[in-house]
């Protein structure tokens, strides 16, 4: 999955992709670089920053998605929103699923909107909101508490009408989460697969990694390996998707990993 976002202030890429002609060029480069999935997002979901109004997030995201979808009608695009209406219209202008940071929590609205156009949803554990997520998270136990609220939010989508067969599941690195409970998480990714869902695991880049390393001003250009061998690691913990900023070297791991696993 290749991470499109056209924002000005992601944290890996702010402002890079915000015009829309730049954001249809990379997003036509990571799919000749093999990427399965685009993942569009015209909010940042960093830690400590504000929402966007709908309005701008529509402005952003749709006019990437459509042309998207007609130049690449083979691949998946999913609409990465907590709104119900930017859910609705990025599905309508050729979005697949709905990459959803609350897991339904964020819009009473998002279950019938997904299950209305039959669309694939990623529910991922954030504690908190992006403004507030990284401010003293604590937990007993990550594994059992994460395992908890992505049954329960499953269940929640099931009840409301969406297959169980289109939904996956993120643990959600990095959103509210300390260090150790990333480590924790990646450590026992495989008791994920207990759920009975695709693992989606997004760390591309993220600050655990420089942290990890010893070294927490790592500049995003220098965190390109470390996520790399964290792609790796997750994949033979049990990743079914991996959600990353810089396909080639990912997909190269993911591919040695997976040969490796093969024999």
Do not use: C
């Amino acid at each position: 999955m290749g991470v499109l976002n056209v924002t000005p202030d992601s944290f890996a890429d702010g402002g890079a992709f915000l015009d829309h002609d730049a954001a249809l060029r990379h997003g036509s480069d990571m799919v000749a670089q093999g990427a399965t999935i685009i993942d569009v997002g015209g909010e940042s979901s960093r830690p400590g920053s504000d929402p966007v109004p709908l309005d701008e997030e529509l402005r952003r995201v749709i006019p990437v998605i459509r042309p998207l979808r007609e130049q690449f009608p083979h691949i998946f695009i999913s609409i990465d929103t907590y709104k119900a209406e930017t859910a609705k219209r990025g599905l309508e202008a050729g979005a697949d699923i709905v990459n959803d940071i609350t897991a339904l929590r964020g819009d009473p609205d998002m279950t019938e909107v997904v299950r209305s156009a039959g669309a694939g949803l990623i529910l991922m554990h954030m504690k908190g909101s992006p403004k507030t997520m990284q401010i003293n998270p604590s937990y007993g136990d990550v594994i059992a508490e994460v395992l908890d609220f992505l049954r329960m939010q499953r269940d929640i989508a099931v009840a409301g009408g969406i297959q169980m067969d289109k939904i996956a599941i993120d643990p959600g690195f990095g959103f509210g989460k300390r260090l150790a409970d990333n480590v924790e998480l990646a450590r026992n990714l495989n008791r994920f697969a207990t759920l009975g869902h695709p693992v989606v695991v997004g760390i591309s880049k993220k600050s655990p990694l420089a942290q990890l390393l010893g070294n927490p001003k790592l500049s995003f250009d220098d965190r390109v390996w470390p996520t790399v061998a964290f792609t790796s690691l997750l994949r033979e913990k049990g990743a079914n998707v991996v959600r990353v900023h810089d396909v080639t070297p990912n997909l190269q791991a993911l591919r040695m990993t997976e040969a490796i696993l093969a024999q």
